[in-house]
């Protein structure tokens, strides 16, 4: 059972660039969620999503574009990279309202953006 | 709104040494979860417990216990003698009653170091 799995797990743009962080899980989750993390912030959230076809805005979406066209995928696209965005990402996903309310998270994917 | 406040950054303390890890929250919500995570040096998001606001019974799980007082809205995490593999930064965490999403908000997290 391979979890909540992201890549790429390193990454390195120029100002400016586009990129696409994926993130697919395999545990028929309803709920996906992005995180970013940076020192002395904890884990803010980025963009979420309630199920396939509904995603939403967190606290720092600014940047960032999400789409869910199936259960298991949830990529978080920049669309234009900025210094700012350089941080760990972190995707996770978790069961409906019902369960024990844990989020499983991913590896990690830490990006610096020139 | 609500908020997470972890007021230790950090924390370093000799093995076999208790250690309390402090958290202090804020939401409007009557019902509500709070959890604590702990991150090891390798860098994954590890869960270790959730408590419902209808729930103030003290957890023991091992060498760690939480506190959860509802009147000082405080959750903390104590550690019971301490262990290097302990050295961590662990985040604790809040969501509405529902947690639609998966939307949690994170304290800043306390970076703990357990020497030998």
């Known amino acids: 059972n391979a979890g909540v799995t992201q890549t790429p797990k390193f990454q390195v743009l120029k100002t400016g660039q586009s990129m696409t962080l994926q993130c697919a899980q395999d545990?028929?989750?309803?709920?996906m969620s992005w995180y970013r993390q940076d020192p002395g912030m904890g884990l803010r959230l980025i963009h979420y999503s309630v199920g396939a076809g509904i995603t939403d805005q967190g606290e720092v979406p600014n940047g960032y574009n999400v789409s869910r066209s199936t259960t298991e995928d949830f990529p978080l696209r920049l669309l234009s990279a900025a210094p700012s965005q350089t941080s760990v990402y972190f995707c996770a996903s978790s069961l409906t309202k019902t369960n024990t309310g844990e989020l499983f998270f991913g590896e990690g994917s830490r990006l610096t953006v020139l | 709104a609500q908020k997470v406040t972890q007021a230790q950054t950090e924390i370093s303390v000799v093995e076999k040494e208790d250690v309390t890890l402090d958290c202090v929250y804020e939401t409007r919500d009557t019902t509500y979860y709070l959890f604590w995570y702990k991150q090891p040096p390798s860098g994954e998001l590890v869960f270790l417990i959730r408590?419902?606001?209808?729930?103030?019974q003290n957890e023991i799980s091992g060498r760690y216990s939480w506190n959860f007082q509802k009147s000082t809205s405080s959750f903390n995490f104590t550690i019971t003698a301490s262990q290097v593999v302990d050295s961590a930064v662990y985040f604790c965490a809040l969501s509405d009653f529902y947690n639609q999403g998966g939307k949690l908000i994170f304290g800043q997290g306390t970076e703990l170091s357990v020497k030998p």
């Open positions: 408590r419902n606001s209808f729930d103030e």
């Open positions: 545990m028929n989750h309803e709920y």
